[in-house]
Structures are given as C-alpha cells and as structure tokens.
C-alpha cells in the first residue's frame, strides 16, 4: 500500500516562498519506474497538474502559470519529491496534493496513481 505525506505547507504572504515536501512509502519503487508530481485544487475546481518529474528528475513538465516561479525536484534514495514555491500569488492558494505514478510519462493526469492527504497552502495579498 503505497502511503504519500506531504508537509511544508502554510500561510505566507505574496512574494513568499514556500518549500513542499512530500515522501513515498510502502511500495517496491526500486522494481519500476515511477512519475512523482504536485498537484493542486481550489473549492468547485479540478485538480490540477501543478508540476511532474521523470523517475531521475531529468526531465520535468509545468503549468505554464508556475513556470520559472516553481521547482520540482526528487531524491529516489528518501523517495521523496520537493516543490519549492518562490514568488508566490494569492491565486497559488490551493490544497496540494503529492501524487506518484508507475508510469515513465509524467506531463497528464493519467500517469499518477497514488495520492497524498494534501497540505494548505494560503497566499495572502
């Protein structure tokens, strides 16, 4: 049973940045590779695909409202992938989501499988 735990998130105000963090655990992920992502979503939203990486971090997709403001990065030896957030605006403010997927795509929705609980994170203005 793969369990997801994302931590770091919090209020902040805009301009802030923020750290993510979130480790994978009970699942083989040595045997396959495996898609690790950020998502978010906001109340009578869908959840978005805020950020994805390849099973070595080599190659890495984002939303194009993120892009040169979020970083995504991975460490296979912890399980764990990152986000950090520099730059953040009020319209970051979102549950987000930690996600995994056996899969070698990492740019849709359809390559995670395994979901974390999320972690609030508020931008003030």
């Known amino acids: 049973q793969v369990q997801l735990v994302e931590s770091g998130g919090g209020l902040v105000q805009a301009g802030d940045s923020l750290r993510l963090s979130c480790e994978a655990s009970?699942?083989?992920?040595?045997?396959?590779?495996?898609?690790m992502g950020w998502f978010r979503q906001t109340a009578g939203k869908e959840r978005e695909l805020v950020a994805g990486?390849?099973?070595?971090?080599?190659?890495?997709y984002y939303l194009d409202s993120v892009k040169g403001r979020f970083t995504i990065s991975r460490d296979n030896a912890k399980n764990t992938v990152y986000l950090q957030m520099k730059s953040l605006k009020p319209e970051d403010t979102a549950v987000y989501y930690c996600?995994?997927?056996?899969?070698?795509?990492?740019?849709?929705?359809?390559?995670?499988?395994?979901w974390g609980q999320g972690t609030q994170v508020t931008v003030s203005s």
């Open positions: 996600a995994v997927g056996r899969s070698q795509g990492f740019s849709r929705v359809s390559d995670y499988h395994y």
């Open positions: 990486t390849n099973w070595n971090g080599g190659n890495r």
């Open positions: 009970g699942g083989d992920f040595s045997s396959y590779v495996y898609a």
